[in-house]
């Protein structure tokens, strides 16, 4: 499957934390780099965090620093969106996708990522 597979979305109270994995199947992580990224409703899509082949993290959102950790397992073919002291304002569509390259962007764009995946619903609401 060439479309990364999303999934550990859900309702979780303000506070709590949720673990969102990323299978990507038909890549090798060891060459390609990959986002997080979401959408609130009514919204246009925010860049999350991004980590590369080599394990270097780019952060694409402030208002996550701290509270949010990626990580990837090479072996499983996987990434991981730990996300932790979650609030309201991250109620969205968190989706993962490949960039065709094994470093990360500097900035954010939809553009500099290929294969997106479907989404998984996060709901942060008390």
């Known amino acids: 499957q060439l479309q990364p597979v999303e999934s550990g979305g859900g309702l979780v109270h303000p506070g709590g934390s949720l673990r969102l994995s990323c299978e990507a199947s038909?890549?090798?992580?060891?060459?390609?780099?990959i986002g997080w990224f979401r959408q609130a409703p009514g919204k246009e899509h925010e860049g999350v965090i991004c980590?590369?082949?080599?394990?270097?993290?780019?952060n694409y959102a402030d208002s996550v620093k701290g509270r949010f950790t990626i990580s990837s397992d090479h072996t499983q073919n996987t990434v991981y969106l730990q996300m932790n002291s979650l609030n309201v304002e991250d109620t969205g569509v968190y989706y993962c996708a490949v960039r065709g390259f094994d470093t990360c962007p500097s900035t954010f764009e939809k553009s500099f990522f290929g294969s997106w995946g479907q989404g998984t619903q996060v709901t942060v609401s008390s």
């Open positions: 980590i590369s082949s080599d394990g270097r993290v780019t």
């Open positions: 038909a890549y090798r992580l060891d060459y390609y780099s």
